[in-house]
């Protein structure tokens, strides 16, 4: 079954422990300096936004379908069954059509190194493929963050929304979205406030370039076919008036000297 | 040949040595140091202007082989050479530029074993590369010739038929993904420009751009080359161009309509003006020009209009990959000089090997009217004309 993390903003009390637990996962420096950066960056994979009292999370929302792993031409990007969206360093030459593609806008690129990588929240995946939670649901000292399967998840996410009436936003963001993500979210303030689409199309998005994509194996032989007819029949034609007796040659200007211009 | 120092001589050297520290700055510095490009921005010119603008530029190559060999328009043949050597050294242009665009360019050849065939990425990748080589085989006949290696002509004669078609199906098949690419982003890409038609309007943009761009040629050819104007080749490719634009425009409004974007275009804003130079530039003036007998008939006239279509596709392809998602992204984007001086350089060089190549190897006819009166025997219509 597959994973995923539920956060409810309601919960948070912005200590910013999952930011800290996030960085030493993955190897990242963490400072009072970077603790006060407010935006996801190629060396902050997790950020926790403040607006008053509200507090929101910002990560990987490791989609069902991501558009980032569809896009990539070389499968550096991958969906895993358990619910990661993993990314392999080694395959990517650094194009960076998922940074494009991504609807929340979440790989960030390593602009200033020679050797780029894409950085963004893999969701844990080694911890998660050993059936450990993420760090961030680890450490979360009030359960905003929580890990477990998502269908369980999402069942509790609505019990909380049905039991608490006028807390909430009306929305569980991740369950429909782009066709479902294995992050989702609970919040009391408005979703679109903290960076989130609240216009998003409930269609995974891979579907809108696989639409066009799945005719091209139909469309190589018929092209061939129609483009080797055309050209058959062209220069039958003039055989076919080479026969008969007629000139092969059809005349191409009126005559050589006029139609040109020196 | 005593080397002369001209006015365009020393804007070449000047871009040359400039391109060249730019690239020193790109390859040591880094693509954060080089470009103006963020996470909220990550394609810029390089992709905008040098990949997008540059295959669409060198789509003469498959238009016009398909009008010569497919469609045996026989009076076409002479313009054929310079256009397939336009579209031959813009998709090797394409390649380089692309070393300068990617993070890690030498994991450039990676699409070859780490296949994602769900990506249009991957798939224009494959036909970019395929292409290239088609392209490669189809010039190959002009540097043969000029070394008089008759065996290896022969054989290159002989898959010339195929090797064509494979080259318009391939060019069919990424001239259109490149519009194919940003159908994933339906929420971040203003919805002047998108619409699930832009792979077809890439298509039609790009057969009308390959007209353009050899009327543009074949005009600049015998300006610069000494090369008889072929008036009535460029005349014909006129209608043809009227025709195409006609149809793209009839389906580029359709389609707003019926997507309920109509209203935008008259709504005043950034994007708005956009649109409006690109298609006062694509549609409107060219039209205009081209349904007035004098200018179709006249070089001068086809020359400003061919000019004008090229500027106007190029303007349609910046708004896609540029103008259209700036306002998603919440910035504008203004290119670094870097990338302005590697853009330069690149077309400078385009420039620089066309002049080499049509000094060097037979591009043009050496006797059109004479070629053209020979009698020829039945049956080897395509071999006599293969490779050109």
């Known amino acids: ?262 | 040949m005593k080397p002369k120092l001209t006015f365009w001589k020393v804007v070449f050297l000047a871009i040359l040595a400039v391109g060249m520290y730019a690239t020193l700055v790109r390859f040591t510095q880094g693509l954060g140091a080089s470009t103006h490009l963020s996470d909220k921005f990550p394609w810029g010119i390089w992709i905008g202007f040098d990949v997008l603008c540059g295959v669409m530029l060198a789509a003469g190559g498959f238009t016009l082989t398909a009008a010569v060999h497919i469609l045996n328009i026989k009076r076409l043949q002479p313009i054929v050479r310079p256009t397939i050597l336009t579209a031959f050294l813009g998709y090797l242009l394409v390649c380089v530029a692309l070393m300068y665009d990617l993070g890690k360019p030498y994991n450039i050849w990676h699409p070859l074993i780490m296949r994602n065939p769900h990506s249009v990425m991957f798939e224009v990748a494959y036909c970019v590369m395929l292409y290239t080589a088609v392209l490669a085989l189809e010039f190959s006949p002009i540097v043969l010739e000029r070394f008089e290696l008759k065996n290896a002509l022969k054989v290159v004669r002989a898959v010339l038929i195929p090797l064509v078609i494979c080259g318009v199906i391939l060019s069919t098949l990424h001239q259109s993904s490149l519009g194919t690419l940003y159908l994933i982003m339906p929420e971040k890409l203003h919805p002047l420009w998108y619409t699930p038609l832009l792979p077809v309007f890439f298509f039609l943009s790009a057969i009308a751009v390959g007209l353009a761009m050899t009327i543009f040629e074949s005009s600049m050819s015998a300006k610069h080359f000494g090369q008889q104007l072929e008036l009535p080749i460029i005349q014909e490719l006129g209608r043809v161009l009227l025709v195409v634009l006609a149809i793209y425009g009839i389906l580029r409004f359709e389609d707003l309509l019926h997507r309920d974007a109509l209203k935008l275009i008259l709504r005043p804003g950034y994007e708005t003006y956009l649109f409006w130079i690109e298609t006062a530039l694509t549609l409107i003036l060219p039209m205009i020009l081209l349904l007035q007998k004098k200018v179709r008939a006249t070089a001068g006239g086809l020359y400003v209009t061919a000019v004008l279509v090229i500027l106007g596709f190029i303007t349609n392809r910046l708004n896609v990959s540029i103008t259209g998602l700036e306002s998603s992204a919440g910035l504008h984007y203004i290119p670094k000089w870097t990338e302005l001086a590697v853009t330069a350089l690149i077309i400078a060089v385009g420039f620089a090997l066309f002049g080499l190549a049509v000094r060097y190897l037979p591009i043009f006819p050496a006797e059109t009217v004479h070629a053209y009166e020979e009698p020829e025997a039945v049956g080897t219509g395509v071999l006599s004309h293969a490779g050109d």
């Open chain 1, 1 to 262: 079954m597959s994973k995923a993390l539920l956060y409810d903003a309601t919960m948070c009390i912005d200590c910013k422990q999952c930011e800290a637990a996030c960085a030493e996962k993955n190897q990242l420096p963490y400072t009072d300096a970077v603790a006060a950066e407010d935006r996801q960056s190629e060396h902050k994979l997790t950020v926790v936004l403040a607006k008053g009292d509200k507090y929101m999370r910002r990560l990987c929302m490791n989609c069902g379908e991501p558009a980032c792993a569809s896009v990539c031409p070389v499968a550096a990007l991958r969906k895993t069954p358990e619910g990661p969206v993993i990314y392999e360093s080694s395959r990517c030459m650094g194009c960076r059509y998922c940074m494009v593609a991504c609807p929340f806008g979440v790989p960030k690129y390593e602009w200033n190194k020679l050797a780029p990588r894409v950085q963004k929240c893999t969701m844990c995946a080694d911890r998660v493929l050993a059936g450990q939670p993420t760090a961030c649901a680890a450490i979360c000292p009030t359960g905003a963050t929580k890990f477990g399967e998502r269908d369980e998840l999402l069942n509790e996410a609505r019990r909380r929304v049905h039991d608490n009436p006028g807390k909430y936003v009306d929305r569980i963001y991740g369950r429909f979205e782009v066709g479902g993500t294995s992050v989702l979210l609970l919040s009391s303030a408005p979703f679109e406030e903290f960076g989130y689409p609240s216009q998003i199309t409930q269609d995974p998005l891979p579907l809108f370039t696989y639409r066009v994509l799945s005719r091209i194996p139909d469309f190589v032989p018929l092209g061939g076919t129609v483009l080797g007819g055309v050209w058959w029949i062209t220069h039958r034609r003039e055989e076919v008036a080479a026969k008969e007796g007629k000139t092969s040659k059809t005349v191409f200007y009126p005559s050589t000297a006029d139609g040109r211009k020196k």
